[in-house]
Nanobody, 126 residues
Framework: QLQLVESGGGLVQPGGSLRLSCAASGFTLDGYAIGWFRQAPGKEREGVSC????????YYADSVKGRFAISRDNAKKMVYLQMNSLKPGDTAVYYC???????????????????WGQGTQVTVSS
């Protein structure tokens, strides 16, 4: 059974850093694109970053470009999201998702990912 488990969330002051982890089990990461998404209270789920399977290309939302970095270790079945220079606007529940995608992951919406973790809360506040 395919399973994704996020960890690494927490409370951090503005300007601080967190590294989120997404552990996969029940399947191999090879062939799956991985996306990080977030959802703040009262807002729709939005894409933060993703990494494609076939060429390792990455995508970042404009709001996080230059501050966040996504990486994957297929052998360890892990995907990471390094978040630096965090802002209060980054506060949300963060989810990782996996899907076999034919094109670069930048072209796909959250609804096109079929496998999701339970989420981890990130709160940026002083």
């Amino acid at each position: 059974q395919l399973q994704l488990v996020e960890s690494g969330g927490g409370l951090v002051q503005p300007g601080g850093s967190l590294r989120l982890s997404c552990a996969a089990s029940g399947f191999t990461l090879d062939g799956y694109a991985i996306g990080w998404f977030r959802q703040a209270p009262g807002k729709e789920r939005e894409g933060v970053s993703c990494i494609s399977s076939h060429d390792g290309s990455t995508y970042y939302a404009d709001s996080v470009k230059g501050r966040f970095a996504i990486s994957r270790d297929n052998a360890k079945k892990m995907v990471y999201l390094q978040m630096n220079s965090l802002k209060p606007g980054d506060t949300a529940v963060y989810y990782c998702a996996a899907e076999r995608l034919a094109l670069s992951c930048r072209y796909y919406q959250p609804s096109e990912y079929g496998n999701w973790g339970q989420g981890t809360q990130v709160t940026v506040s002083s």
